[in-house]
């Protein structure tokens, strides 16, 4: 049972990596749109590359969006409006008139009644046809010919808008009426006495004519005609425009309408799984292969899965919301983010593999696949050294001038012709490029989420200005000046090789702080007055040397430095000896213990520790160097790396021959620089 268990133990990474790559797998396909995927792909313009395409089942056609648009629109400028006619104020003008031409035509009062009476009569008959129809209270821009309904109480009738009298109208037909009738003398009478009786009664009923519009544009059908099935829709070769095209639309919607049934709902969850984890798998192989210290560190798996999945729930939630939108996702951010942790080759890969993830729920899967890959390489070619503002921002100012381009190329290619672009869409690949920018805030986001370190972070440690390498200067000055010689010599080797050349440049700044607890037992601080390492045996001497290693670490912890720094104090130098302490004890005592006087480890585990090593040790050695010449600094160079292999201090670091042999070279040159040496002529 115990070694069940040990054997269980051995193998929780693997585990692990088991359960995060099945929770992805379920969590991404969770997120996918219900519905399944057309099994044809076809593009406006382009021939059917497929053979001759039959109807699998009855299915409606689909209007275009711009059919519905047009039929809506003929819908509102045909709609007959509703006008409300208000009864209260043509009864109380037609109640309220023989009082006011009593008071108004007074000349009529004196008058013998039968001309009073025919008088009144004249300003009856104009009031009545005045209000036969109404008076509006505005004017409104309708033609004078339209159709209308004119409301009075509970019933309806149908005039046109011409009939209702305007206040200029009004005028009109009150000034001619008066001036072709023998009542012309007395005008400004009746004038008077209309413009105090009548009022405005006729308004336009906004809430009866809107519900009235809504009801017709429910009514408008989405379809027009229908497909049988077995009927022929396409034959192989013909041209995708036209009717075709909408059909083709449409039997693609009603095919993916209809496939996500209760009775296919499992079969098609299981072939979203397997779509998915193939991808996901392909992207392990890969790390696994390619990049075996990402692999085995569960917490950078996990990182890079974390990103896939967070840019598929944004994704999945603007095609859920606005499809339309769906390039407003800054998804370059991904190899942005995953370059700057890790390198270019691991970034474009991972982006491809979300691409084609994404590729099952976006609109235009082509389209979008095609744009986001071509972004994608483009992100990952221009950006170089991201933890410079400039560089990023012209980047982003690329990526969005290849999106603009690509999609104006696809708009040609499908409508065959730049007239009508969709410039909506371009404003969204800018706003896509403004949203790229927040990867520096989510670097560093990650950084303290994840535990890693980016360029930007390593670029803020190189600063020599810093707090604890201030320290470092004051309290061991030589350390200092050794620890920046090292920089330099193991950055310039780590360029030549490709690796990772500002990571090793912080390490080697910080490999040594743990020497400011006791600068003066290390020979770069002592001064002339003496060396303490006099009145101590070797045992007690070796232990101070060797400590500094674990006091080194211990410092890094305490102000907080990344764990991939750290890694360079505890390898430094792997499991070597502090030969000259153990020589001197071996004079006196045969019976020695070597452990006594062995660095604790680890050994080097990566290239960059691995040259850090190989740089400390040529550079602390060089000092010794009393008549240096090319050729002696070239076999010294070769003693102490050959050294290091012989006691297997590079296995585990994956650093090969040739690399080191290259490694070799630059150092030969930097310390040839350094002591300003000439070629040695022969005699």
């Keep these: 049972m115990k070694r069940f268990l040990n054997k269980l133990y051995k193998r929780q990474s693997s585990f692990y990596k088991i359960f995060l790559f099945i929770c992805t797998t379920a969590l991404i396909v969770y997120l996918f749109p219900k519905g399944g995927i057309f099994k044809y792909e076809f593009t406006k313009g382009k021939p059917w590359q497929y053979e001759n395409l039959y109807a699998p089942f009855d299915f409606a056609i689909a209007k275009t969006e711009e059919e519905i648009e047009t039929e809506k629109n003929r819908i509102t400028d045909n709609i007959i409006p509703y006008f409300q006619y208000d009864t209260v104020i043509s009864t109380t003008a037609k109640e309220s008139y023989d009082t006011a031409f009593a008071n108004y035509l007074k000349e009529f009062n004196q008058a ?90 006729v308004e336009l009923n906004e809430n009866l004519t809107e519900s009235t519009l809504q009801a017709e544009l429910a009514k408008v059908l989405t379809t027009r005609g229908g497909v049988s099935r077995g009927s022929r829709i396409i034959a192989k070769g013909e041209v995708v425009e036209g009717d075709e095209l909408q059909i083709l639309n449409s039997l693609k919607a009603e095919y993916e309408s209809q496939v996500w049934s209760d009775k296919n709902f499992y079969w098609i969850v299981l072939g979203y799984c397997l779509l998915v984890s193939l991808a996901l798998m392909m992207l392990l192989l890969f790390i696994r292969k390619y990049r075996k210290d990402i692999y085995e560190s569960n917490t950078q798996v996990t990182f890079i899965f974390f990103n896939i999945l967070f840019m598929v729930l944004i994704t999945t939630l603007v095609v859920k919301y606005r499809s339309s939108y769906i390039y407003v996702v800054p998804l370059c951010i991904l190899p942005l983010v995953l370059k700057a942790f890790f390198d270019s080759r691991l970034g474009l890969f991972t982006h491809v593999v979300t691409v084609l993830i994404l590729g099952f729920v976006v609109p235009n899967s082509y389209e979008y696949t095609f744009l986001q890959i071509i972004a994608g390489i483009v992100t990952i070619l221009t950006i170089s050294e991201s933890f410079k503002r400039a560089n990023l921002f012209i980047s982003v100012g690329q990526i969005t001038v290849i999106y603009i381009i690509a999609y104006i190329a696809f708009h040609i290619i499908h409508e065959g012709s730049i007239s009508n672009i969709d410039w909506t869409t371009v404003v969204l690949f800018v706003i896509s490029g403004f949203a790229t920018l927040i990867v520096h805030p989510l670097i560093y986001a990650y950084e303290k989420l994840f535990g890693l370190i980016s360029d930007v972070s390593l670029l803020e440690l190189s600063d020599t200005n810093s707090v604890l390498l201030k320290e470092l200067s004051n309290k061991a000055p030589g350390t200092f000046h050794h620890s920046l010689n090292v920089a330099n010599i193991a950055e310039a080797a780590a360029n030549e090789i490709g690796a990772n050349g500002m990571l090793v440049r912080v390490g080697a700044l910080y490999h040594d702080i743990g020497k400011m607890i006791n600068p003066t037992y290390f020979t770069e601080n002592q001064s002339a007055s003496g060396n303490p390492h006099d009145v101590l045996s070797p045992k007690e001497s070796a232990k101070i040397i060797i400590n500094h290693v674990i006091r080194g670490v211990e410092i890094a912890k305490k102000n907080k430095l990344p764990d991939r720094v750290i890694d360079f104090i505890r390898t430094h130098h792997g499991t070597s000896t502090v030969y000259y302490f153990y020589t001197k004890e071996k004079e006196n005592n045969e019976n020695v213990n070597i452990e006594d006087f062995q660095y604790p480890g680890p050994m080097p585990f990566s290239k960059e520790t691995a040259i850090l090593m190989m740089s400390d040790s040529v550079e602390a050695a060089s000092k010794s160097l009393k008549n240096p010449t090319s050729s002696l600094i070239d076999s010294f160079v070769e003693k102490i790396v050959n050294n290091q292999m012989e006691n297997d201090q590079f296995l585990n670091s994956n650093i090969t021959f040739k690399e080191i042999q290259q490694i070799k070279k630059v150092f030969k040159r930097k310390l040839t620089n350094i002591y300003h040496l000439r070629i040695e002529y022969p005699e």
């Design 112 to 201: 013998r009644s039968r001309d009073r009476e025919q008088a009144k009569l004249f300003g009856r008959i104009l009031l009545n046809d005045i209000y036969r129809y109404g008076v509006l209270q505005e004017t409104y821009s309708y033609d004078s010919k339209r159709q209308i309904f004119l409301n009075k109480g509970n019933e309806a009738e149908a005039i046109t808008y011409g009939q209702i009298l305007t206040s200029n109208q009004l005028t009109n037909l009150i000034n001619t009426r008066i001036d072709k009738s023998e009542y012309a003398p007395s005008k400004s009478d009746f004038v008077a006495l209309f413009y105090d009786l009548i009022k405005p009664n």
